[in-house]
């Protein structure tokens, strides 16, 4: 069956560090990969956007790769800041299922002053 | 704009008493979709609308579940009967449609306790 895997341990970082995550998948051949932010109480926010065929996007200080060989994509947020503390979710899409996300768990970032 | 409107946000339930959540989408947004959010998980697709078609809902549990989009706006969710482990968060989205360049916007979501 098909499997999104990101880390369930939180992620604890230092102000201005780089804090990167992992998602990993098997059992799927996503024609593309979307990046949300998750905040307690909150909806997901969509940040990102990449396809299966592009291997890097960035936006401000985020910044996605694809890697559809390992099949994982990561996600790096560069001078990293206390209101970036959030849960991210990576989702994933099919060409034949446009309109059908998998999320996967979300890996929960802390941004320490 | 006000973005995706959805309420209540917090529901207190017996098991098997009926439950209905409300989700108000983006004007101009014809896809809009009901997740489910479980403690700790991704939230799980339910039904996506296009207009006031229902084009995908094959992991809404039909026995006790059922949705509506009337006139392609607004989107009732309800349960009947609810059960204990319907317990969980229902977030409402809308997007302009179904291709990925249309991210999703979602609602805050309803929070359903059931006892």
């Known amino acids: 069956s098909q499997k999104i895997e990101q880390n369930s341990e939180a992620l604890n970082i230092q102000e201005g560090k780089t804090a990167t995550l992992t998602c990993n998948y098997t059992n799927y051949s996503p024609a593309y990969l979307q990046w949300y932010r998750q905040d307690p109480g909150r909806g997901p926010v969509f940040l990102l956007l990449i396809r299966e065929n592009e291997k890097e996007k960035r936006k401000e200080r985020l910044k996605v790769t694809f890697d559809t060989t390992l099949k994982q994509s990561l996600f790096h947020i560069t001078a990293s800041q206390p209101a970036d503390s959030a849960t991210y979710l990576c989702a994933l899409g099919g060409a034949d299922s446009w309109g059908k996300l998998q999320f996967g768990a979300g890996t929960q970032v802390v941004v320490t002053p | 704009e006000a973005g995706v409107v959805q309420s209540p946000r917090y529901k207190i339930i017996e098991k098997k008493q009926p439950v209905a959540f409300w989700c108000n989408p983006i004007?101009?947004?014809?896809?809009l979709y009901w997740y489910r959010q479980n403690l700790g998980q991704g939230p799980e697709l339910l039904i996506r609308y296009e207009n006031e078609e229902a084009v995908d809902d094959s992991q809404l549990p039909k026995d006790r579940f059922s949705a509506e989009r009337l006139k392609g706006v607004d989107s009732t969710l309800k349960i009947q009967p609810a059960e204990l482990g319907d317990s969980a968060v229902y977030l409402c989205?809308?997007?302009?449609?179904?291709?990925?360049?249309?991210?999703?916007?979602f609602g805050s979501g309803t929070r359903l306790t059931v006892v």
């Open positions: 989205a809308s997007s302009l449609g179904p291709a990925p360049q249309y991210g999703y916007t």
């Open positions: 004007s101009g947004h014809n896809t």
